[in-house]
């Protein structure tokens, strides 16, 4: 007689504690990638009907080269000369000019004798973190989820450190450094700009601190790529002392994929054992294209980025709003999670795409707006954001 396993998988129970959570997520459709969009009236609607153009402050397209008709052409070019998908592994028949192009740019931009692409960020740092397999992985307790997926699937012990707290991982890894440690391979990871709190780590000082106790360090720079020249990593001259720079091509890059840089033996062992490398399609060669242009106009779009910053935290700041962090992302912290979704609500009747971000996501006391400008807002854009923000902390009670 067989045992039967009755009760299979209840995803509907599931789902609705996750509704009774609060954590139900749903899908958020519009009709552009661009600075503004409309969005669908009704997420559930398979073929929805879209409401009135909205400013959008919530894409991490920092640059605004998503929607940029010269990225296009490029991604074009290559769909009609290449093709609209890399066909296969790298490693068999999917490593096209396309490929190349971008690495040997990437390398340049990243300072670094070698650069490999992957699909996503995602695939990027699962596949090299594994593929590393460290022992030990010293982790800042606000890293991305792909961080804490590719370490837990690495089988390496993670020492979760104190969020940009060097002195914390000095003392987690003094803990840890014994006689019998010393045969042992310890790997520090680290994003270099934090999303939700739009900080950065204290690179220079991670890096004296994995000097004296041997360890090597990886930084992610999904949110600094392209938005600073060379990451905060090239931003700071530290190229000669991070092993492993990650990077997205899916954020200001405006396309899509993840990116490795590093010295030779690292990207050939990556492309050797990386599985995500190996045993996935190669990046899609329109992506490629796209994300090697987006590169040329980095430059110019960075400019307009920052004007449009420093004129929004200005004005927050001068309306009396608590705004974090000092790079191009706006944690705009309000606190209790009910007038972060006050003040969202507001903000989106007067046409602002701008979420708000609550517990588990932030922890408790600090739920917030997360405010990302892009170069490709206009200063109107800017003051009409200004002037809803002043409206609805004025409403919500907040200013
Ligand atoms: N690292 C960080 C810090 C990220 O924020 C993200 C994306 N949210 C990723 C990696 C993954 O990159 P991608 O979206 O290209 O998969």
């Known amino acids: 007689m067989s045992l039967q396993h009755a009760h299979g998988f209840d995803l509907e129970a599931r789902l609705r504690e996750r509704e009774r959570a609060g954590l139900r997520r749903d899908l958020a459709p519009v009709d552009s990638v661009a600075a503004r969009a409309r969005v669908a009236a009704d997420p559930k609607d398979d073929q929805p009907t879209f409401g009135d153009e909205q400013l959008v402050f919530a894409a991490n397209n920092y640059l605004g080269l998503a929607g940029d008709e010269r990225v296009a052409e490029a991604a074009a070019r290559a769909a009609a000369d290449i093709g609209t998908g890399a066909g296969a592994s790298r490693l068999v028949v999917g490593d096209t000019p396309a490929h190349r192009s971008l690495e040997r740019r990437l390398a340049e931009e990243k300072n670094t004798e070698r ?14 973190i594994t593929a590393l397999d460290p022992d030990v992985i010293f982790s800042d307790e606000l890293n991305h989820a792909s961080i804490v997926d590719g370490s837990q699937l690495s089988g390496g012990d993670v020492e979760v450190y104190d969020h940009c707290d060097a002195d914390a991982l000095a003392e987690a890894m003094a803990d840890r450094d014994t ?26 000082a991670i890096c004296d601190v994995a000097d004296e106790f041997g360890a090597w360090v990886m930084v992610d720079e999904a949110h600094a790529t392209g938005v600073y020249d060379g990451g905060i990593v090239g931003e700071r001259g530290l190229e000669h002392r991070v092993d492993v720079q990650l990077g997205t091509l899916s954020k200001a890059l405006g396309a899509q994929g993840g990116f490795i840089a590093g010295d030779e ?32 106009l980095a430059p110019e779009q960075r400019d ?40 969202d609500e507001r903000l989106r009747e007067a046409g602002l795409i701008a ?12 739920s917030r707006i997360r405010l990302a400008p892009q170069a490709t807002h206009t200063d109107a854009d800017i003051d009409r954001c200004l002037a809803a923000f002043e409206a609805a902390g004025e409403e919500v009670g907040l200013l």
């Open 115 to 128: 650069a490999l692409a992957f699909s996503s960020g995602y695939a990027a740092n699962v596949g090299t």
């Open 179 to 204: 006689n019998a440690s010393h045969d042992e391979s310890w790997l520090v990871v680290t994003d270099s700009v934090f999303s939700m709190d739009g900080d950065v780590a204290p690179l220079e």
């Open 265 to 296: 033996v690292l990207i050939e062992h990556l492309l050797n054992v990386a599985r995500s490398f190996v045993f996935s399609t190669g990046l899609a060669p329109p992506a490629a294209a796209a994300a090697e242009r987006a590169l040329d």
């Open 304 to 343: 307009h980025l920052w004007r449009n910053v420093d004129r929004l935290r200005e004005g927050l700041e001068t309306m009396g709003y608590d705004v974090w962090g000092d790079t191009h992302i706006l944690p705009i912290v309000v606190g209790d999670r009910a007038d972060a979704v006050a003040l």
């Open 355 to 366: 979420p708000a971000i609550r517990p588990p996501t932030v922890p408790e006391g600090t």
